[in-house]
């Protein structure tokens, strides 16, 4: 597949460390500075100014104000068009091919609506984000307590991130990650974009939720490869970050398991996230540099 027809959006808070190195690494694959669009939400670390001054070709629009991941790559999807839409973070970046294989994995099969690429950290690590299974009610019991971490091989305990499965393995799956994704556009669009209602985090869940209502496939790529440095921006306002997690993995919970079952497993889910949620704020604590991730 040619790449003209795929559109990419990265929205930035204080991503000067970053950016560039993800605006090249989509030019490297083919994609015109004219297709690629940053968003910038209020950064204070001089981000537009760099991308303004390094890429002056790509699209690039600044909000007064922070407006959350899910609006501000709606902003910047909104007026562009395209077959293919990729959300990128700006500290992702495309390695070698990448795009051709997410293209080609969409090629293959009409009913495939995203492509996940394997996303890995810089020491080559698998953000486990990039496959996952929705969080069910036992689902998220297993992770709220800790279970997936301990028995991580288990096909019950490590379903969410489904890590009793190779990850070399091309699969469907039911959620990819926000930090890089390839989305027919068409499907985008159809779903409304991202649920605004996510500030930060949970929007890549809920969106593939919606794809797959509409009876489309999430498809696991790993023969396309990521780097992700991964909370470089989150980590700056690491307790806040925390917080929006949280309340997004409540949200996520609340819309779409709240019956039978699951809503009387609710009390047990809530009070586990809010555990999570003042465990890793104590942590943080201690901690000389505070992290979103545990």
């Known amino acids: ?7 990419v959006v990265i929205c930035t808070y204080n991503s000067r460390l970053d950016v560039s190195r993800a605006i090249s690494s989509c030019l490297a694959e083919g994609i015109t500075p004219a297709h690629l669009t940053v968003v910038d939400n209020a950064s204070s670390d001089g981000t537009p100014e760099l991308v303004r001054r390094s890429h002056p070709d790509v699209r690039l629009l600044t909000e007064p104000r922070n407006l959350g991941f899910a609006a501000a790559v709606n ?11 990729m959300l990128l973070n700006p500290d992702a970046e495309l390695q070698p091919g990448a795009l051709r294989e997410m293209l080609g994995a969409l090629a293959t099969d009409h009913r495939r609506g995203a492509v996940s690429p394997r996303v890995v950290r810089p020491d080559g690590r698998l953000d486990p984000a990039c496959r996952r299974q929705f969080p069910s009610p036992q689902v ?45 556009r068409p499907l985008f ?29 999430v498809w696991y790529q790993p023969t396309a490869v990521v780097i992700h440095r991964k909370g470089r921006s989150s980590e700056q306002v690491a ?56």
């Not at 597949?1 to 559109?7: A, T």
């Not at 902003?75 to 839409?85: K, N, Q, T």
């Open 140 to 184: 998220a019991l297993w992770r709220l307590v800790g279970l997936s971490r301990l028995q991580p091989r288990s096909p019950r305990f490590g379903a969410y991130n489904l890590s009793h499965l190779p990850d070399d393995q091309p699969m469907a799956v039911d959620s990819g990650s926000g930090a890089c994704l390839l989305i027919r």
């Open 75 to 85: 902003h910047g999807a909104r007026s562009i068009d395209g077959e293919f839409l």
């Open 189 to 217: 669009d159809a779903v409304g974009g991202l649920d605004e209602g996510y500030f930060m985090y949970g929007e890549d869940l809920e969106l593939c939720w919606q794809l797959h209502r509409r009876g489309a496939e």
């Open 239 to 294: 307790l806040p970050m925390l917080v929006h997690f949280h309340r997004s993995m409540w949200r996520f919970y609340r819309l779409h398991y709240m019956r039978g079952a699951g809503a009387a497993l609710a009390p047990a889910v809530g009070a586990g996230i809010l555990l999570r949620l003042a465990t890793l704020l104590l942590l943080n604590a201690l901690r000389p540099h505070p992290r979103v991730s545990p």
């Open 1 to 7: 597949m040619d790449p003209g027809g795929v559109r």
